[in-house]
């Protein structure tokens, strides 16, 4: 994505650029610590992350008991979180997933 700022994505306080090519948040503070989106499981309106406080990772231990320090965060859909990284990324015009949609015409 050269050229342009990464987007980013607060996470409990915490500032991560969004990077779709990598496929990973990078925190801002400290760039080594990164979050693979493979850590994501689905959700219906996108995605949610089991999200180490103490750590700022991705929870990798036991789903079915989690810790207090652990929480479950929504992460929207790439359309959302980079809408003009993913249109580059895929071969579409920046506005692509941020355009007006056509109205709708009325038939006389």
């Known amino acids: 994505m050269k050229g342009r700022k990464l987007p980013t994505f607060e996470i409990e306080g915490t500032l991560f650029l969004v990077d779709l090519n990598g496929n990973r ?53 790439p359309y959302k979180l980079d809408p003009i990284g993913l249109a580059r990324k895929q071969g579409f015009p920046d506005d692509y997933y941020t355009r007006e949609p056509p109205q709708n015409k009325k038939k006389r």
């Open 25 to 77: 948040f990078l925190e801002v503070g400290s760039p080594m610590n990164q979050i693979s989106f493979d850590s994501l499981g689905c959700h219906p309106h996108g995605f949610f992350l089991l999200y180490d406080k103490s750590s700022k990772k991705a929870w990798t231990g036991d789903k079915l008991k989690l810790p207090a320090h652990v929480v479950k965060v929504f992460v929207p859909f």
